[in-house]
Nanobody
Framework: VQLQASGGGLVQAGGSLRLSCVAS????????MAWFRQAPGKEREFVAA????????VYGDSVKGRFTISRDNPKNTVYLQMNGLKPEDTAVYYC?????????????????WGQGTQVTVSS
């Protein structure tokens, strides 16, 4: 089982990025998937999660209204569209999946993790 995250990079404040996470090794269409992030010296922070449908989403308070999580089940892929980026969004972003449809907000609730992709927002 593997989660491969991509799409990170360097962007100016106010800009946008779209992260992708492709799952392989099993079918994740009925599993909740999520994005977390971790900045240097800080704990891993919940960003967003999605259930089996694009209608079931939850967001962390710091990204609500700016980020959008979505999924394409036939492609076994989850996306994170990030708009209005701020310097405080700078972090390594990780995708995660859990063997449940419930959208947890805690890192320990997720069974599978990707390797992370760096997002850097300059001021």
């Amino acid at each position: 089982v593997q989660l491969q995250a991509s799409g990170g990079g360097l962007v100016q404040a106010g800009g946008s990025l779209r992260l992708s996470c492709v799952a392989s090794g099993r079918t994740f269409s009925s599993d909740a998937m999520a994005w977390f992030r971790q900045a240097p010296g800080k704990e891993r922070e919940f960003v967003a999660a999605i259930g089996w449908s694009n209608r079931n989403t939850v967001y962390g308070d710091s990204v609500k209204g700016r980020f959008t999580i979505s999924r394409d089940n036939p492609k076994n892929t989850v996306y994170l569209q990030m708009n209005g980026l701020k310097p405080e969004d700078t972090a390594v972003y990780y995708c995660a999946a859990r063997s449940s449809t419930w959208m947890g907000r805690q890192a320990y609730e997720y069974n599978y993790w990707g390797q992370g992709t760096q997002v850097t927002v300059s001021s």
